[in-house]
Structures are given as structure tokens and as C-alpha cells.
């Protein structure tokens, strides 16, 4: 009997205690308090998803590991976010050393899983090389996929699904 006392009493206790609203403040509080924003390298890897690339066997070419370039610069994973504005290519190397080449690409946004339809690109144009990225980003909602994958089979490689942030590091 003595030991349900005691069981009872520190149950009312903690009841009273977590079911307090000033306490959940003060712990949510807390914790805010201490969240550390995210390095650049942090913020790069959440936004440069997997790939879900898998080989066609077609690939020609020598496949840059970054071949995303925003305004003829390579894309900074760390700093892309749902505002970001400028020329979105994508290359591949040439022939020669340090040649890049622009090759045709479809961009389209995902969310939740489903393809976002955006007005007058309901139908990808193959030979797009280059778009201003912000066409696609004004329709997009934080946490939702850029997807950018090579039109050629011989592009294969060049797939890259980004996710979005609302800011910036």
C-alpha cells in the first residue's frame, strides 16, 4: 500500500509538471536556444538529394561531378534556395581540357512524390539547354524537389534532384 502511495504522488506530480503549458514553453524555449544553424557543407549535402540515378549503359563523355552552372558558375549547393535567380545549365565536359558543353535537360518540380505541372512547360522541349531558373522556383513550396535530368540517354548521368529551402545559410 505504502509503495502505491508513493507511485500515485510522483504520477500526479509529473502529470501536473508536463501538462502545464508555461512548462512546455520554457522547454521548447530551451532547446531553441541552443539550435546551431548548419555549416555550408551541411546545408549543401541537405539540399543535394540522392541522385536515383542507375546506368542506361548509353553514357559518352566524361561527366563533371558538379554539372550545374547558375548564371555560368558552378552551383553552390550551400547557397541554393528557393530564391535563387539566374541561368540554370547543364554541362558536361569536352573534348578538349577545360571545354564544357551545354546539354539539353528537362526540369520539372516534385512534391510530396507528384510532378508539379507548370503553366507552358506541360510539355518538356528537348532541346533546352538553359532556363531561367526562376520560372520554375516562383511555383515551388519549401521542401519540394527540383528535378534535373539529361534528355539524351548518352546524358544519363547528369540527374540531380535538389531539395528546397526557404533561405539561405
Known sequence: MKHLKTSLIVLMLLTSITGSRTFAQEFLNFNARFKVPPTKQQRAKEVMQDNEYISTGYEKGIFLDNPLMLNGKLLDYSEFNMRSQGELTVNKAGDTIGQTMQIPFYVYLRRNGIRILIPGKEKPDPKQAKIN????????????????????????????????LSGGC
Open 133 to 164: 531558373v526562376w520560372e520554375i522556383l516562383k511555383l515551388a513550396a519549401p521542401g519540394d524537389h527540383l528535378v534535373i535530368e539529361a534528355v539524351r540517354k548518352e546524358d544519363g548521368s547528369v540527374k540531380r534532384i535538389l531539395k528546397l
